[in-house]
């Protein structure tokens, strides 16, 4: 029985890590900035859609090759989104000197 308790709450932490992910990319989105800030969030943003966009075709011809339904969970996409655009965040506020 501690075994799924334990469980359930590291279930709960990390369902609480991306939501606040999710919560924390829609504010640095619309947050205002100087010039620096604004390209580093560009290219971040640019970097983010390129990814996601890549990885729905992809998902679109192995539903196409498979003969299987498509089907999007849109929590994960938007966890995988978040996850994305702040590994691409830090990258450029490093290369940039953020």
Same mark, same amino acid.
């Given at each position: 029985? %501690?075994? @799924?308790?334990?469980?359930?709450? !590291? ?7 991306? +939501? %606040? ?9 619309? *947050?205002? $900035?100087?010039? *620096? =800030? ?10 983010? #859609?390129? /990814?996601?966009? =890549? +990885? ?6 192995? =539903?196409?090759?498979? /003969? ?6 849109? !929590? ?8 994305? @655009? !702040? $590994? +691409? #965040?830090?990258? !450029?506020?490093?290369?940039? =000197? $953020?």
């Amino acid at each position: 029985m %501690a075994k @799924y308790v334990i469980m359930l709450l !590291f279930f709960a932490a990390v369902l609480l890590i991306f +939501a %606040a992910l999710d919560i924390a990319m829609i504010i640095s989105l619309i *947050r205002p $900035g100087d010039e *620096r =800030g604004q390209v580093i969030v560009w290219k971040a943003s640019a970097f983010t #859609l390129l /990814g996601m966009t =890549g +990885a729905l075709i992809i998902e679109i011809i192995d =539903g196409l090759a498979t /003969g299987q339904e498509m089907t999007i969970n849109p !929590f994960v996409h938007l966890t995988a989104t978040a996850i994305i @655009y !702040f $590994g +691409a #965040l830090v990258f !450029f506020k490093k290369r940039h =000197g $953020g």
